[in-house]
């Protein structure tokens, strides 16, 4: 069981900035890549940044520049600083993770797999 909680969304004028984080739970967990996806009203849910642990970020040509995501390996956290914010940025953000969790019930076998966990999503506005 992995659980994914964001937090830090809000209402901001244009030109303003946000940080967002997302924290990550359960009982027994290892996670490879963290990332942020965000989606607006009548558009499909798009990939922000990413960061695999000990790898390369990657961000969306339209974020370059302005938002920077970082993790904390040893916390299971990842932000997403967002700077110089657009009206376009508007959607609501969610925190992935691509984890692998075991689950341990007495008398059954132990189960461990690899999937995508998503949280909630926090709601991000940008405007005037």
């Known amino acids: 069981q992995v659980q994914l909680v964001e937090s830090g969304g809000g209402l901001v004028q244009p030109g303003g900035s946000l940080r967002l984080s997302c924290a990550a739970s359960?009982?027994?967990?290892?996670?490879?890549?963290m990332g942020w996806y965000r989606q607006a009203p009548g558009k499909q849910r798009e990939l922000v940044a990413s960061?695999?642990?000990?790898?390369?970020?990657n961000y969306a040509d339209s974020v370059e520049g302005r938002f920077t995501i970082s993790r904390d390996n040893a916390k299971n956290t990842v932000d997403l600083q967002m700077n110089s914010l657009k009206p376009e940025d508007t959607a609501v953000y969610y925190c992935?993770?691509?984890?692998?969790?075991?689950?341990?019930?007495?008398?059954?076998?132990?189960?461990?797999?690899?999937?995508?966990?998503w949280g909630q999503g926090t709601q991000v506005t940008v405007s005037s």
């Open positions: 359960g009982s027994r967990f290892s996670i490879n890549a």
């Open positions: 992935h993770a691509y984890a692998y969790s075991l689950t341990i019930v007495p008398g059954e076998p132990t189960r461990g797999s690899w999937a995508d966990y």
């Open positions: 960061i695999p642990s000990g790898g390369s970020t």
